[in-house]
């Protein structure tokens, strides 16, 4: 019984290894596979190489149509480069712009603190100049002081009354004001926001 197995065994193995070199030799036998010594003839060459090419009317169709696909796809990807590279080119000249703005507002605000500084000390010096012509005119006689007043302005004079420490003083400088010039006397009264005494 072991014996039976054994050779089974034996015999399927044996099968197994021959098979292949029974089957090729059946193929060989039915002409349906040839053995041949050498390189490969020019036909078998161009038989290998149209069934690789497979130039077939339908197949140089889509050749043609995935030629144009790939043509414009690269040419899609170039334009779009491009683009990308002038949106690269204007995002750095908006920010340069940015830039240059953000320095020249810097420049105009420093500027401008500047100016309103030397405003600042001109009025400050205006104030102080009305200051000390109001102690001058109002020692002087109003009949003295009114015709040289007269040379200024109607806002400069008022500046100069207003800043008369006595009140009589500024009526009496007025009232001389008036009698020479009673339209300008009642604009700087105006200016003044006094009331009108009959000048």
């Known amino acids: 019984m072991d014996i039976r197995v054994k050779d089974l065994m034996g015999v399927a193995v044996?099968?197994?290894?021959?098979?292949?070199?029974?089957?090729?030799?059946v193929l060989l036998a039915t002409g349906t596979?040839?053995?041949?010594?050498?390189?490969?003839d020019d036909a078998t060459k161009k038989k290998i190489a149209g069934y690789l090419e497979r130039h077939t009317p339908e197949q140089e169709a889509q050749d043609v149509e995935q030629s144009k696909l790939f043509e414009a796809n690269r040419q899609?990807?170039?334009?779009?480069?491009?683009?990308?590279?002038?949106?690269q080119e204007e995002a750095a000249r908006l920010e340069l712009l940015k830039l240059e703005t953000s320095q020249s507002l810097a420049q105009i605000n420093q500027n401008r603190e500047a100016i309103d500084k030397r405003v600042g000390?001109?009025?400050?010096?205006?104030?102080?100049?009305?200051?000390?012509?109001?102690q001058v005119y109002a020692a002087m006689k109003p009949i003295e002081a009114a015709p040289i007043l007269m040379n200024l302005d109607d806002v400069s004079i008022a500046r100069i009354i207003k800043r008369v420490p006595d009140t009589r003083?500024?009526?009496?400088?007025?009232?001389?004001?008036?009698?020479?010039?009673?339209?300008?006397?009642?604009?700087?009264?105006?200016?003044?926001?006094?009331?009108?005494r009959g000048l």
């Open 121 to 134: 000390e001109s009025q400050v010096l205006s104030d102080q100049k009305i200051e000390e012509l109001a």
């Open 14 to 25: 044996a099968s197994l290894l021959l098979f292949p070199v029974v089957f090729f030799a």
């Open 33 to 40: 596979a040839k053995l041949e010594v050498g390189g490969m």
């Open 169 to 196: 003083t500024q009526g009496k400088l007025l009232a001389a004001i008036g009698a020479i010039n009673t339209k300008k006397a009642a604009a700087i009264t105006k200016i003044l926001g006094w009331k009108e």
């Open 76 to 87: 899609l990807a170039a334009e779009l480069e491009e683009k990308q590279r002038l949106l």
